[in-house]
């Protein structure tokens, strides 16, 4: 396969911010504007969405609230949905 060399100019904070998100996803910026270009081709047209999945503020919270229950000896936990039924009064 013969390659050939791509020249463009992007904005430094554009650049860096991608090459962050595309370094978390373990690829290089040859490799993901690859991905783009040939993902282009194949769907005729810009492609495609590939994203790290980043929660909300509220669902952050309900993330760090979970893993402070969890890590908390003194909450009751239960092994079955009868016996949560029960402590729910449900």
């Known amino acids: 396969m013969a390659t050939t060399n791509l020249n463009i100019r992007v ?3 554009i ?3 991608a090459d962050q998100i595309y370094s ?3 690829l290089n910026m040859t490799t993901a504007i690859n991905m783009f270009l040939r993902t282009t081709i194949r769907e ?3 492609p495609f969405a590939l994203k790290l999945d980043v929660p ?3 669902t952050a919270a309900a993330i ?3 893993r402070r229950i ?3 000896s003194s909450v009751k936990g239960y092994t079955n949905m009868d016996d949560l039924r ?5």
């Open 15 to 17: 650049k860096d911010q």
């Open 44 to 46: 005729h047209g810009i």
């Open 56 to 58: 909300n503020e509220v």
């Open 64 to 66: 760090e609230e979970g």
């Open 24 to 26: 978390e996803l373990g």
């Open 11 to 13: 904005d430094k904070d």
């Open 86 to 90: 029960a402590a729910l009064d449900v």
């Open 70 to 72: 969890a890590s908390d």
